[in-house]
């Protein structure tokens, strides 16, 4: 018998390697259950599908809605006029959430004086495909809305265009404001 020949046992070495590699099977399959767990439990942030814009014009559906509340709240905002600005800042508020409301009401006084003292009218006009739907998942919505807002003042009239993004949160079935952006 030579007892020069290679031993042909696995090598100490080579049996911790398939240890080591086993545990990391293990543990690679682990992070990956919980996580598939954990993803079941989100709240659902899937991509929904944009309202349609034809002849037959938004559909009654959440997406439809959300564009609508969208037009609604843009021509709202930007609709004051001296006679009448408390009715049409409430006007406002009814459309927003809670935080929305509270945002608002801190620059609320001040616009209120600049609009009476200024005697100023601001009316909107929405194009009929003014309204983009840029963001739409399970509860939030961000919808670009393009408008012209007319300012009459005791010194003239001028007409600007303007184009915000609403973000609308969805609460109790309803789309309510959550934030406005201005969009350059």
């Known amino acids: 018998m030579d007892h020069h020949a290679p031993d042909r046992r696995p090598a100490g070495g080579s049996r911790l390697l ?3 590699l086993a545990v990391l099977l293990l543990a690679v399959l682990a992070t990956s259950t919980v ?6 439990n989100e709240p659902d942030v899937s991509p929904q599908r944009p309202a349609d814009i034809g002849a037959a014009g938004w559909q009654d559906d959440v997406a439809g809605r959300a ?15 001296h006679r009448h600005v408390e009715r049409d800042m409430d006007a406002m508020r009814a459309l927003g959430t809670d935080e929305f409301v509270a945002s608002y009401d801190a620059g609320a006084a001040a ?4 609009v009476s003292e ?3 009218r601001l009316s909107a006009a929405l194009e009929p495909d003014g309204a983009a739907t840029e963001l739409l ?3 939030r919505a961000q919808v670009l809305v393009t408008l012209d807002v007319t300012t009459v003042a005791p010194t003239g ?4 265009p303007y184009r915000t993004r ?3 949160d969805l609460v109790d079935d309803e789309w309510l404001v959550a934030a406005f952006e201005e969009v350059r």
């Open 18 to 20: 398939t240890v080591v």
């Open 35 to 40: 996580l598939v767990l954990e993803r079941r």
């Open 67 to 81: 564009v609508l509340t969208a037009r609604r709240a843009a021509r709202t905002y930007f609709t004051l006029d």
């Open 111 to 114: 616009l209120a004086a600049r």
């Open 118 to 120: 200024q005697r100023l």
């Open 137 to 139: 998942v399970a509860d």
């Open 157 to 160: 009239r001028r007409t600007a």
């Open 166 to 168: 609403v973000v609308l």
